[in-house]
């Protein structure tokens, strides 16, 4: 059976990132956005990665609407969670995840984690850009995710 990754991602960290984690499995994985993957039939897929970044404390809407509409065929799945998110404070990031997922879920997954985070200032709008560069002191874009977790991510799905 296939693997699928569920994912949006509104300013391209986080496609980044499901890409290097396909690019890591050793049998080509789907990938659909959250939006689409809500409207797809899931049965081909036994294991379903799902992530997306936090903005303003809160997962993707998106996401979030793809776990509620899913939530029954996904409790049938192994299944992995990710966060993108910029957040430092472990407790801040535990929350982060928490929120992000709900608990029924949270407990079936086999791995659940935080893949690190970018600003790409060149795709925000200039209020957004102008925002981000203020509260997180930067001049250009950062690119900060953790690629171990997103080998260890691979590495489960392929094991
Ligand atoms: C407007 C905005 C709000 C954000 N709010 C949060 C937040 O509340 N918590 C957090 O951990 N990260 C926050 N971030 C960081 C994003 O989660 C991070 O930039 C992420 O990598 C974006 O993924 P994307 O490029 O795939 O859209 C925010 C970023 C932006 C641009």
């Not at 086999?110 to 690190?116: A, N, R």
């Not at 200032?121 to 950062?142: D, H, Q, T, W, Y």
């Amino acid at each position: 059976m296939k693997s699928l990754i569920v994912y949006e991602s509104r300013y391209g960290t986080v496609k980044k990132a499901v890409d290097h984690i396909a690019g890591k499995l050793t049998e080509k994985p789907d990938m659909m956005t959250a939006g689409k993957a809500a409207k797809a039939c899931l049965d081909d897929y036994d294991k379903i990665m799902i992530g997306g970044p936090v903005m303003m404390g809160k997962m993707n809407k998106a996401v979030t609407a793809f776990i509620r509409t899913k939530m029954d065929v996904l409790m049938t799945k192994k299944i992995v969670l990710f966060i993108a998110g910029s957040e430092t404070d472990k407790d801040g990031l535990a929350k982060e995840i928490n929120d992000a997922f709900p608990k029924q879920l949270r407990d079936r997954a086999m791995y659940t984690t935080h893949i690190g985070y970018g600003f790409n200032l060149e795709n925000m709008n200039f209020i957004v850009r102008m925002m981000i560069r203020k509260a997180a002191n930067i001049e250009s874009s950062v690119m900060n995710l953790n690629y171990d977790e997103l080998d260890k991510i691979a590495n489960m799905i392929n094991g």
